[in-house]
């Protein structure tokens, strides 16, 4: 008798449908399972073997042929153990044979314990596109399962508990989607901007760059603020509101980044990759890849510190998502697209000692510093909206400045600037300002005479370029949607220049480093 | 074959030994035609380098050493002709001859050497570009020894005045040292000259530099210190210069100043200070000062400064300040600020430096 039972396969970030079919025949006792199979997916029939033994059944002593389909789609991930496990015992006659519209995947212990895994949220998401009503899953991912609208998800302990609710001699722990769960979690215990102490200027980039999703770049020496500072951006971006969260906690559950038991993502994320990190880890990869540092960063912040130690090639894998807000990986199994769309926040000494340009302390010589700075590539430059530059404050401004700001506050004129931009782009592909392109620029960011004339001196007295020119404009939208006026005037333009400044000027010095 | 040229070609011989053997044996002809037995008796007597003339006198070199020359288009010329540096030929320790490419200067051509630090501050490379393209501006062919900072900054801003520079090396003329100033090398075929008194091939060796130094300040009529540490290449040409008796001028910076220290050694050892770069010129050139047509029209502009631009164009001195720092003192909020700086900057006043540091446009 042939069993079929529904499970899915992940590929790159999607769920597809996998049915796998058991059936039992005469032959000589073995166990055979085909269907493009990774290892982890093989080992499977050890497992589900002795989990079937310690959970009371004997393996028939007969032929047992196991086929995971389609046979041409991959299948890896350990969540098969559990649908395997049913199909056959659904062969064996012990349950009912054929479960169309229930989707069931797991981990099997040898007890017959059934362990959490990842990707059960995108299975869920898509277990009603696969015609499956009900899903049974880990006990250990119920919470995660519960977040999707209209699922019907039953938590497993074991596989004696699944076989008693399949037979009805028993019942699964079911979890209804709750829609009244808050998204965000009431206490944030989040690092403040209260306790960065003065450095005004890193703290206005971030308001700003939080504020129109602005990538930024700070550069300073060792002791300036620029960790702090980046740690504390997620402190001030608004709540993440529960699409967000959905869209975020599907992507750690695939990349299995979620802790065990959690639900929805209720914070931004965070992202902090050392600067040893491969491409492969950083784009996300593997010959059939899964999300990898800079999805995880979706919706949040990934924050680069130390930039110019990061390999060259790794650095370039940046420059399509912070084009487009996604990442396209083409491998010989086809091409997988990850959501990537983060606030890129870099920091960076100015030479490799930290120091230049005080060169009380700093010995680099010009040469050396010209080639620390040219690690960062042009390109990758242009695509920095905001570069603060700032050096180690000065005894007295450190102890005069008193508890800075705190996050609160500034988060509350992020999200006054965030609503004038959503008002802006309703029903336009744009939701942030730093997401504007050149045509969105053109149409969004319109100048007066006094400012067009403004922003031409400003061009031929900085010698700026034409994107140069684009990202002063968005930046200066966002600092005046910042202070709430509906034009962009002089003043803005003016501030927003200074942010160009470094990028302009340091990394175009010739003949030494010295003006 | 032109002896003087083979013997400065010999590579491992140095001024010193020249001068010996020319005490010696009177002209490198002689040195070239000398028997083995004098040369033997030269070594016994300690001269242990006589083995480099030996070389020196193979076939292989002498008949290799002229194409090179040509191959590498590097000319030649003895002290003792007619267009040597007629002042660096009055000096004690003269080279024998030197190697070039490009054009030496002419007879009555004027020179004058602006030396400094290579790792040198915002002031000093102001400074050091605008003495150089007023003295080029002066009919003055700027010397220096093409090194990063000071020197390189003054030649380019020599030859971008329309003036012409020399630099000397402390390797062969065929050498581009330090590398990263290889257009400034290859521009000075045409606006000047690369000298050297090594023979083609020489690496930068660290005891090649005072060497050198004598040269630059034995060309140049006046020697002009931008920035200088207390113990430095800089305060070593300035210290010959001296010797020889050189004008030599220095530029004032502020005391406990690592980088002014050797300066301020200088001028209070009774060295020329540049209180001004007009006042400078017109004690070189005898006329009056000129009035500074720039500095007018920057005392226009400032006059018209009203409120914080006001305030903050005070604070900004001559020394870079960082932004947070200005806005400690003056109480006025970053953002504001930053507009300021840029209207500032825009207005041609300020100007940025690394870190995001502003001073006054010198």
Redesign the interface.
């Known amino acids: 008798m042939v069993s079929t039972v529904t499970t899915a396969a992940i590929c790159g970030i999607e769920a597809r449908r996998v049915s796998v079919e058991a059936d039992i025949s005469s032959g000589l006792p073995c166990f055979v399972m085909v269907g493009f199979l990774g290892s982890e997916v093989r080992e499977a029939q050890d497992r589900v073997r002795t989990a079937l033994v310690n959970s009371g059944f004997r393996m028939p002593s007969a032929r047992v042929t196991v086929s995971l389909s389609p046979a041409d789609l991959r299948k890896s991930g350990s969540w098969f153990d559990l649908p395997i496990a049913v199909a056959v015992l659904g062969a064996m006659g012990v349950v009912p044979p054929v479960m169309d519209d229930m989707l069931i995947a797991g981990e099997l212990g040898l007890t017959g314990r059934v362990r959490p895994v990842r990707g059960i949220m995108e299975m869920v998401c898509r277990a009603a596109d696969f015609g499956c009503g009900s899903c049974i899953i880990p006990s250990g991912n119920l919470e995660e399962g519960a977040c999707i609208p209209g699922s019907r998800v039953m938590g497993a302990g074991s596989l004696k508990e699944v076989i008693d609710y399949l037979t009805g001699d028993g019942f699964l722990k079911g979890a209804k989607y709750d829609p009244d769960a808050p998204a965000v979690a009431d206490e944030q215990n989040l690092p403040d901007f209260r306790e960065l102490k003065g450095q005004p200027l890193l703290r206005r980039a971030a308001e700003i760059a939080v504020s129109g999703f602005h990538n930024m770049l700070m550069i300073g020496p060792p002791g300036s603020g620029k960790s702090m500072t980046a740690r504390r951006l997620p402190s001030i971006m608004p709540g993440i509101t529960r699409e967000e969260a959905v869209e975020i906690t599907r992507i750690h559950s695939v990349a299995g980044a979620l802790p065990e038991g959690s639900g929805l993502m209720t914070q931004r994320p965070f992202r902090a990759p050392h600067h040893t990190a491969t491409t492969a880890s950083f784009a996300g990869g593997g010959s059939y890849p899964g999300p990898g540092e800079i999805s995880l960063a979706h919706g949040g912040i990934l924050y680069l510190d130390e930039l110019p130690l990061f390999k060259a090639e790794v650095l370039e894998t940046l420059r399509q998502p912070l084009e487009e807000g996604k990442i396209t990986i083409c491998r010989i199994h086809g091409d997988y697209t990850f959501p990537a769309h983060f606030i890129l926040a870099a920091a960076m000494n100015p030479c490799r000692c930290g120091f230049f340009p005080d060169r009380t302390k700093c010995h680099c010589t010009s040469a050396d510093v010209r080639k620390y700075l040219e690690h960062i590539s042009r390109p990758l430059l242009d695509r920095i909206d905001l570069c603060a530059e700032t050096g180690l404050p000065a005894y007295e401004e450190l102890r005069s400045a008193g508890p800075g700001e705190d996050s609160a506050s500034i988060r509350s004129r992020v999200e006054r600037a965030r609503k004038i931009q959503a008002g802006r782009y309703k029903d336009t592909p744009f939701r942030f300002n730093g997401d504007l392109t050149g045509a969105g620029v053109e149409r969004f960011c319109r100048l007066g005479k006094e400012e067009e004339k403004f922003l031409g001196s400003a061009y031929r007295k900085f010698s700026l370029t034409g994107r140069g020119c684009t990202r002063i404009l968005k930046v200066a939208r966002t600092i005046a949607d910042l202070e709430g006026t509906p034009d962009i005037s002089c003043d803005h333009l003016a501030e927003a220049v200074g942010y160009r400044m470094a990028d302009q000027r340091l990394w175009k010095m010739e003949g030494g480093f010295e003006e | 074959m032109n002896y003087d040229a083979w013997l400065c070609s010999i590579p491992g011989l140095y001024w010193n030994m020249h001068a010996k053997l020319m005490e010696i044996f009177g002209s490198a002809k002689a040195v070239f035609e000398a028997s083995e037995e004098e040369l033997a008796g030269l070594e016994k007597e300690g001269a242990r380098w006589i083995g480099k003339i030996r070389e020196g006198r193979s076939e292989r070199f002498v008949s290799s050493f002229e194409k090179e020359l040509a191959r590498k288009n590097v000319r030649f010329i003895s002290a003792s002709e007619e267009g040597f540096p007629p002042l660096l030929r009055q000096i004690k320790d003269c080279p024998l001859g030197l190697f070039y490419k490009g054009s030496l200067p002419s007879a009555n051509e004027k020179l004058a050497a602006v030396v400094g630090a ?5 002031y ?3 400074m050091a570009s605008r003495i150089a393209s007023r003295l080029a501006g002066e009919g003055y062919g700027i010397i220096s020894g093409m090194a ?2 000071i020197d ?2 003054a030649q ?1 801003a020599a030859l971008e005045a329309g003036g012409r520079s020399y630099g000397v090396l402390g390797c062969g003329a065929d050498v581009c040292y ?1 590398s ?2 290889i257009e ?1 090398y290859t521009r000075l075929f045409s606006g000047g000259a690369v000298i050297s008194e090594f023979p083609c091939g020489t690496g930068p060796m660290p005891f090649h530099f005072p060497l050198r130094n004598r040269i630059i300040s034995g060309m140049a009529g006046v020697v002009v210190v931008i920035e200088a540490r207390r113990k430095s290449g800089s305060l070593i040409t300035a210290d010959l210069a001296l010797e020889q008796g050189r004008d030599v001028y220095a530029l004032p910076g502020r005391v406990g100043d ?2 002014s220290e050797g300066c301020n050694v200088l001028i209070s050892q009774g060295s020329s200070i540049i209180s001004s770069v007009e006042e400078m010129i017109s004690e070189l050139t005898g006329k009056e000062p000129a009035a500074e047509r720039t500095e007018e029209r920057k005392a226009e502009a400032v006059r018209s400064l009203e409120g914080e631009l006001k305030t903050v164009w005070d604070r900004i001195g001559t020394e ?1 300040s ?4 200005l ?2 003192h003056t109480g006025i ?4 600020l ?6 500032l ?2 207005l041609d006043l300020i ?7 502003y001073m006054k446009k010198l």
């Open positions: 290579r790792a040198c501050t915002p000093g490379n102001r990063l900072g390189g900054i380019r330090p990263e100033n400034l690592p980088l870079p960082g932004i947070e720092e806005s400690f909020p970053v953002f504001r930053g507009r300021i700086l840029t209207q900057q825009m100007s940025y430096t690394p870190g995001n540091r």
